[in-house]
């Protein structure tokens, strides 16, 4: 069995371990690796060489760090169809969905290549006679990176090239279901010319997230992953000092206007529900169809449903994989039953749609259902699987209500031809991230990406310009360099004149 171990001190960890779990592909559902999981000897092993990397790393010149990124930005360039081609086998998306990952990740990493920029200060000249006063911003230290398993390439690129430009050190703690992805940018970063230590990925489950979190040395933790566990981590992390973003789950609302393009709707509510198999923190997992469109809505959704192509990922055509695992099948295939009980009309049945694939992977096909109400199980959890459902409301102003009463914040869209609608839109609603008549509204590499309410716990967003802020603080000097004419005791506060 093929085994997946650290990376620790630029290079694979060789010790022995006791406790690991398994990699699955899930188009074929056949265990296709081991990936070791940490215990205390390997969480200490990685914090302590990225403490030690540390003293070199953070001292490197900014034209020595960029000169790191930009090669790593060509190597991932070069070779981007290896990790597209892992991140299909593991975690299961089709492959052009895995390359759009990885392009949205390049994106991540040129925005850190211009670093030097981003770390500009300030500088104020005779704040007092002969008096100057600038600002710096400095590396934290050793800093933590948890992500989840729906992007293995992006989300740990989200993090680490960032945390690396502004001179701090790195463990990262993959999702162990789809671990190979973070090995092999890791190695892509060593290649490139990063010193050994600077970057180490520590695989495992609770045992090592709660390891990073009460560590000493580890300074702040980027996470990514579902509500409750982005809670733990961001309560956790905060109670040790450290400095926590921890971005959590979705249920984002995609709101169509009676003066919407239907064909338009249709087409952006079936590529943003299905696309990667309902997987994605940005999915479209509730329909709002504002009265009268909701019949033509449905029908239209019903008919491009019934045309994807759904299995293997490797296989050409297919639009829609499996699921990541045969446990996270269960558990979305079972809101298709709760979906019945409590009245929903289940308009296409997933669990009947044509495979391309072999049996044993871990499939469920796309599924609507119509008529869904704010109190079911359906619409209240984040199911993160191709179920999507429609809701019908009266007014745009009943689809603000519950987009707003929505304990959730991540993203949402409207899609109509009003441009004063969409403004109104975009200023009343309480989520992060909007599109109008963009129904994934994953912001660009220089924005910064992040959920209100329940879908962030912390201050500051992912990536971009909220990334260089999370990673660095800020140093403030007053200098005065003094000349004869300065002197005497004066005990008053300082004043600048
Ligand atoms: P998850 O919360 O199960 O796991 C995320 C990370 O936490 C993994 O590295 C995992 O090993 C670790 N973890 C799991 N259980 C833990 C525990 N009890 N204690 C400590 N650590 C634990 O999430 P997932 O299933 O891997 O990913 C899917 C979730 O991530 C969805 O909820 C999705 O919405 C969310 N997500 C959010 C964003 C965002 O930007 N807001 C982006 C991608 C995914």
Redo the contacts with the bound molecule.
Sequence with gaps: MRRISHWIDGKPWSGDTDRFGEVFDPATGQVAAHVDFAGATEIEAAVSAARTASVEWRDASLAARTSVLFGFRELLNARKRELVDLVTAEHGKVTDDAAGEVQRAMEAVEFACGVPTLLKGGYSENVSTRVDVYSLRQPLGVVGV??????PAM?PLWFVPNALACGNTVVL?????DPSAANFIAELFAEAGLPDGALNVLHG??VA??GLLEHRDVRAISF????P?AR??YETGTRHGKRVQA????KNHMVVLPDSDLDLAADAAVSAGFGSAGER?MAVSVVVAVDPVGDELVSRIRDRIAKLKVGDGRRPGCEMGPLVTAAHRDKVTSYVDKGTGEGAELVVDGREHEIDGEPEGFWLGPTLFDHVEPGMALYRD?I?GPVLSVVRVATYEDAVEMVNANPYG?GTAIFTNDGGAARRFQHEVEIGMVGVNVPIPVPVGYYS?G?WKD??FGDTH?YGPDGIHFFTRTKVVTSRWLDPSHGGVNLGFPRNV
């Design positions: 948890i992500s989840p398993f729906n992007f989300v703690k993959p999702s162990e279901k489950d609770k997230v709660d990514v992953g579902s509500t566990i733990y981590v971005l959590g789950g979705a923190c984040e993160f991540n990406f959920g879908s962030l992912a």
